[in-house]
């Protein structure tokens, strides 16, 4: 009786544990044929943009190689976004920079930035008529959607976003390393590290800084 009730609890948005496609087959059995997995990486640090990306995947790629970015090494990351392109897979990548995050608030800049990777995607000839949203916000678009908390761990397209959103961030945050090495964007990527709120303290604020957030907001001095 105990497994008739989960039987019955379960919905389209809970899949299997072992199959972290079963949401996007599902989806194309009702007709849906180009599912879209959006993830965003970015809302914590206290300065660069906030980056979103949306993944369509091959429905014959190895999906469980998809797993969140947050559990994977930056190396194995590198290989995986290397392989994401490769397969192919349709890619679109969204940013927000911090003065548009100042103007906005990072909730609104991270919607933003997952809108914009959808639009992104149908420039490149991918037009998307279901998303997968990671989190509990939906994106301001009429495409029919579906938000999934932790959706990085139950849907392989939203992991494979998050592992392209994270990757193309941390390559910004290394260009502006070179550029500031003295706060450390290469290791920390802006977020607030103890090393980076001291780098603030002694240095002061870049103008890729995010002048509304605590530990930022009201440091006059400049690099």
Do not use: W
Not at 72 to 80: D, F, G, T, Y
């Amino acid at each position: 009786m105990a497994l008739c009730a989960k039987q019955k609890r379960q919905t389209l948005f809970d899949p299997p544990q072992e199959d972290n496609f079963f949401i996007e087959h599902n989806l194309q059995q009702q007709g849906y044929t180009v599912v879209a997995g959006l993830d965003e990486v970015g809302r914590g640090p206290l300065a660069g943009p906030v980056v979103a990306a949306a993944a369509v995947l091959p429905p014959d790629c190895q999906h469980s190689l998809f797993i969140d970015s947050k559990k994977l090494s930056a190396k194995v990351r590198e290989q995986l976004f290397e392989h994401i392109h490769s397969i192919p897979a349709s890619i679109g990548i969204g940013i927000v920079s911090h003065t548009t995050i100042d103007k906005i608030n990072i909730l609104q800049a991270s919607l933003l930035a997952m809108k914009r990777a959808v639009l992104e995607l149908a420039k490149n000839d991918c037009n998307a008529d279901f998303l997968l949203v990671d989190g509990k916000f939906p994106i301001p678009m009429t495409t029919p959607q579906q938000t999934l908390i932790k959706g990085e761990s139950r849907s392989a397209s939203i992991a494979a976003a998050s592992i392209v959103a994270k990757v193309t961030r941390d390559r910004i945050m290394a260009n502006l390393h070179r550029e500031y090495p003295c706060y450390n964007f290469i290791k920390n990527q802006g977020y607030p590290t103890l090393e980076h709120r001291n780098a603030i303290k002694q240095h002061g604020i870049t103008i890729h800084h995010r002048r509304s957030f605590k530990g930022v907001k009201g440091v006059k001095k400049f690099v």
